[in-house]
């Protein structure tokens, strides 16, 4: 590739999807492949953030993978989780952070978090209308121009809804949104927030074959992102493990009885 | 019929080099530096937010001198190249020196062939690592690229500039003596450049995959007080 220069008005400005548009960058897709899918991922409004949880398992007709990581860091204060395709799903991770990037490098300005969640809203739109690879992803991150967390949820057209408690995607959505229903309040800390959320996934990966919950046997646990004015931060493995295996050992007490209360 | 003069190559290519000379010595000088834990790149520019210097990936930044349409045009195609050469391959493929072999192909071939030659000069720097050297790739208006280990000098002005910043160096020193450095070889003995007037950016790892870093004038005034 030489280098990339456009006349005037054919310049694609500081929009990545529309230089590759320009380039003639697009993908044919072969119909009817089966790809691994499925997912839990949580974002959860917090006083000070918001939280997310996701569960690790990739699953075609059998488990694919068993350490996906389906949360990334879309830029510091954003935080971007997929669900469905798995191919499809990690090609979007990647095509959002390089676009945010892309656009602050053009621009020197940073995106706004509702100028970064409205900019997914057709990339979702292209793929679920021309692909059989459907993704559903969530975006949640900081919102540094209003000092507060926020969530958005995507329907499978493209449209984009921000919620004012809480996101769930994924096939094991029925379960931890039932958790999360039952125990959000509004202004929890983010300590509170990570043991719902912790606990939402948890129960999806108790009920939902394509979850997968805590693997002791192989030390994998779901991961836990918080994205604060501090930014995007991850859990640290051993902080993670000890939050799931609480929650396994209180199961465990009460001989895999949820018992009625949040726990 | 009237017959176009002729116009011999020699003369032509001095025409537009002195052409382009001239274009370039309107603007303000900027000079670019190793330090210690990275590269610092020092521009005069009194404008606070048409920037001459600027983040192109990783761990390269551009600068440019003259023109600021000229230059900034060749910025959007950088960073265009860069994101989507680690699109198509992989981050670590984005080699700085490929990205100033493609700028010296079309300034020389604007300077040969163009309407006009561009009036500009640019900096490709690149802070090393295991992979590749640290390096700043100086591109003149007519496209000839020179690679330099140390400093570079882009402007008008720059002869006189690097002959003050040869005389004052004293090897490689932190940041805040690495802009000392620098802006007394802008500045020259008889005059001050007030912080707010000069544009400041460092590459430097920090443990974060971007190395890039503007420095804010509070930052300059406080580096330059040491």
Known sequence: MGLPLFSVGEDPGPSFLQYLDAQGVTRSLPMGVDSPHATTVVAVRAAEGVVLVGDRQATGAYIASRDVRKIEAADRFTAIAISGSAAMGMEFIRMAQLSFEHYEKMTDAVLSLEGKANYLSPLIQRNNLTTPFLVLPLLAGYDVNRRRGRVFEYDGAGGCYERSDFVTIGSGTPFAESALRLGFRDDMTIDETVELAALAVYEAGDNDPATGGPDFVRNIFPMIVTVTDAGFEELSHDETAERFRAIHERRTASGGRPGGALR | ?226
């Open chain 2, 1 to 226: 019929m009237s017959m176009p003069f002729y116009v011999s190559p020699e003369q032509l290519t001095k025409d537009r080099a002195e052409f382009a000379q001239k274009g370039i010595a309107r603007g303000r000088s900027m000079v670019a530096t190793t330090y210690d834990k990275g590269v610092l790149l020092v521009a005069e520019n009194p404008s606070a937010s048409l920037n001459k210097i600027s983040e192109i990936y990783d761990r390269i930044a551009f600068a440019g001198v003259g023109k600021y349409n000229e230059f900034d045009r060749l910025r959007e195609a950088g960073i265009r190249w860069a994101d989507g050469t680690g699109y198509t391959y992989s981050r670590e493929d984005v080699d700085a020196r490929a990205l100033a072999n493609y700028y010296a192909q079309y300034l020389g071939s604007m300077f040969a062939e163009g309407p006009k030659p561009l009036e500009i000069e640019i900096l490709i720097a690149q802070l090393g690592n295991e992979l590749r050297p640290t390096k700043l790739y100086h591109l003149a208006y007519e496209g000839t690229i020179t690679d330099e280990e140390r400093f570079a000098v882009l402007g008008g002005d720059a002869d006189t500039i690097k002959q003050r910043f040869v005389d004052a160096d004293q090897g490689t020193s932190d940041l805040a003596g690495a802009l000392h450095h620098a802006v007394s070889a802008l500045s020259g003995p008889d005059r001050v450049i007030p912080a707010a007037d000069l544009e400041v950016a460092i590459l430097e790892d920090r443990g974060a995959r971007r190395t890039f870093t503007r420095v804010s004038d509070a930052d300059v005034a406080e580096l330059l007080t040491h």
